[in-house]
T-cell receptor, first 110, second 114 residues
Framework: DAKTTQPTSMDCAEGRAANLPCNHSTISGNEYVYWYRQIHSQGPQYIIH???NNETNEMASLIITEDRKSSTLILPHATLRDTAVYYCIVRDTGRRALTFGSGTRLQVQP | NAGVTQTPKFQVLKTGQSMTLQCAQD?????MSWYRQDPGMGLRLIHYSVGAGITDQGEVPNGYNVSRSTTEDFPLRLLSAAPSQTSVYFC?????????????FGPGTRLTVT
């Protein structure tokens, strides 16, 4: 699987959009980008995934650059409950598991 | 649906003891897996199963055994606990391995080996 690079930590004001970047410059054509988050040592929670088109669901939006070398997860209106570690994962369709890095610790400030 | 459940939530073992961590899911998922998470680290795959009767090793399988006799249950056995196995253990399930399936994680078991 392609390696991902994320900032160690970020802050965001409550009610504002949180934009979490991820670099995956070695991604290959059949690898998907996934985002999970982990709130205070709970089990990870799926957020969204995509291949090359931008994706949106009820939780977030995923913007993937045209060359697919980076992506951004957008939480449109961050709340205190969004404080968590966010993991960007690149996964081949044939892989048996997710490979978690260290993620980005997002702190939403009141 | 209860989703993915794990028991116990906390466990303290002495070096050399054995125990079984329980994992169950009520979503009829074929794929189940076990991860461990050490402090400040991401999750690492221990073992996984693509269906009843089928298991395989992940990234860090040494010291652990698994079996899958039913679709619902996927227990993880520590054969002879060591301090290096102090970690948080997460069980996960999904309908299959395809890219479009999300994985559902349990709440975790916090294990300390002294």
């Amino acid at each position: 699987d392609a390696k991902t690079t994320q900032p160690t930590s970020m802050d965001c004001a409550e009610g504002r959009a949180a934009n979490l970047p991820c670099n995956h410059s070695t991604i290959s054509g059949n690898e998907y980008v996934y985002w999970y988050r982990q709130i205070h040592s709970q089990g990870p929670q799926y957020i969204i995934h995509g291949l090359k088109n931008n994706e949106t669901n009820e939780m977030a939006s995923l913007i993937i650059t045209e060359d697919r070398k980076s992506s951004t997860l957008i939480l449109p209106h961050a709340t205190l409950r969004d404080t968590a570690v966010y993991y960007c994962i690149v996964r081949d369709t044939g892989r048996r598991a997710l490979t978690f890095g260290s993620g980005t610790r997002l702190q939403v400030q009141p | 649906n209860a989703g993915v459940t794990q028991t116990p939530k906390f466990q303290v073992l002495k070096t050399g003891q054995s125990m079984t961590l329980q994992c169950a899911q009520d979503m009829n998922h074929e794929y189940m897996s076990w991860y461990r998470q050490d402090p400040g680290m991401g999750l690492r795959l221990i073992h996984y199963s693509v269906g009843a009767g089928i298991t395989d090793q992940g990234e860090v399988p040494n010291g652990y055994n698994v079996s899958r006799s039913t679709t619902e249950d996927f227990p993880l056995r520590l054969l002879s606990a060591a301090p290096s196995q102090t970690s948080v253990y997460f069980c996960a399930s999904s309908p299959g391995l395809a890219y479009y399936y999300e994985q559902y994680f349990g709440p975790g078991t916090r294990l300390t080996v002294t």
